[in-house]
């Protein structure tokens, strides 16, 4: 079992920036992949950026250039950098780990709002 806690999220202007993190524990040796998502009010999760554990990193195209993921291997945390902002990344962010079994888990999430 691995268990994720995010932090970070809060309210900011557009054009402004705001930095989540996650940390992860228990099984943390069975970490694979890293990510955020994220879930806006009556849409679905939608993936918004992931890192391997080799550092390869994805990106949605509604973030890229804006959005910086990276992890720290020896810390077991994954943070998400993201400049730029717009309202339309109003969203629970949540942090997603995939284990080399690929076995999925899933942080309790944290709110960002971006004011217009």
């Known amino acids: 079992q691995v268990q994720l806690v995010e932090s970070g999220g809060g309210l900011v202007q557009a054009g402004g920036s705001l930095r989540l993190s996650c940390a992860a524990s228990?099984?943390?040796?069975?970490?694979?992949?890293m990510g955020w998502y994220r879930q806006a009010p009556g849409k679905q999760r939608e993936l918004v950026a992931t890192?391997?554990?080799?550092?390869?990193?994805n990106y949605a195209d509604s973030v890229k250039g804006r959005f910086t993921i990276s992890r720290d291997n020896a810390k077991y945390t994954a943070c998400l950098q993201m400049n730029s902002l717009r309202p339309e990344d109003t969203a629970v962010y949540y942090c997603?780990?995939?284990?080399?079994?690929?076995?999925?888990?899933w942080g309790k999430g944290t709110l960002v709002t971006v004011s217009s």
């Open positions: 997603n780990v995939v284990s080399w079994s690929l076995m999925p888990y």
């Open positions: 228990g099984s943390i040796f069975s970490i694979n992949r």
């Open positions: 890192i391997a554990s080799d550092g390869m990193t």
